[in-house]
């Protein structure tokens, strides 16, 4: 027992690196898609990404199940491996979906919600926040998604919880393109709604939280649908 002590703990240690190499390439990869710095549809080259940070395929491998399970790559026929594509022309039932879970998660927060679960909503604000200030859209993304998620948890709904993080999953690279056709500089205004809507959970307003909500969320949906149809589009990966 004493003898094999010394490689129990080696291939511990060996676990929690490989682990945390897993982790690193999780992480850059996850914001290289989100950034749309990796496009939709663009080949996944596991040689290259492990040469580039300076890693063994392995992690690789791992890292890409796990955003395979994030729906952020897609697994081929052959095997190979590419960024999921965005379907821009069914996009309607995705935007009907993200203003109704809005709606009936703030609702449902402003009926249920229990006075521990204000300080994360708070903090999540002032988070958001400072990634309005200092320009950063990937940190704008996932705080955002934080923020309304724990909106979603402080209506105790389990099954609308469920499908509403499925639904800012799924829109997280349409947000970027929402964040870029600002540069970066979300209007005081748009950051103001959020305010607006934890004043109304707050309040037990159930029909202003509901209404703010929806207002909220059309107007992203509104500048993502201007994204395609503006005389002068962006330079976006598509």
């Known amino acids: ?4 002590a010394p490689d129990i703990q080696a291939n511990r240690s060996s676990e929690r690196r490989r682990g945390s190499g897993v982790k690193m390439v999780y992480d850059v990869l996850r914001d290289e898609i989100l950034d749309l710095a990796l496009a939709p549809g663009q080949p996944i080259d596991e040689v290259q990404i492990a040469e580039r940070l300076g890693v063994s395929r392995t992690p690789v491998r791992e890292a890409l199940v796990r955003l395979a399970g994030d729906g952020l790559i897609e697994t081929l026929p ?3 491996t590419m960024v999921s594509n965005i379907d821009y022309l069914n996009l309607q ?3 009907d979906a993200l203003i ?3 709606r009936v998660t703030a609702r449902l927060a402003a009926q249920h ?3 521990e ?3 994360r909503i708070l903090d999540l604000q002032a988070q958001f926040v400072r990634a309005v200030g200092s320009r950063d859209a990937i940190a704008m993304i996932s705080v955002n998604a934080s923020f309304h998620t724990a909106i ?3 209506g105790r709904n389990p099954y609308f919880n469920a499908i509403f993080s499925r639904v800012l999953d799924e829109g997280r690279r349409l947000l970027r393109l929402y964040y870029r056709s600002y540069d970066d500089t979300l209007p005081q205004a748009y950051v103001d709604e959020h305010e607006a809507i934890i004043a109304a959970v707050i309040a037990r307003d159930r029909d202003a939280a509901d209404r703010l909500s929806c207002l909220h969320a ?3 949906v509104a500048q993502i649908q201007r994204l395609f149809t503006r005389e002068d589009p962006l330079d976006l990966p598509l």
């Open 1 to 4: 027992m004493t003898d094999r």
């Open 78 to 80: 052959n095997r190979s």
């Open 93 to 95: 039932p995705f935007f």
């Open 100 to 102: 109704l879970m809005y």
């Open 113 to 115: 919600h229990r006075k």
């Open 117 to 119: 679960d204000l300080p």
């Open 152 to 154: 979603a948890e402080a």
């Open 218 to 220: 059309e107007q992203i």
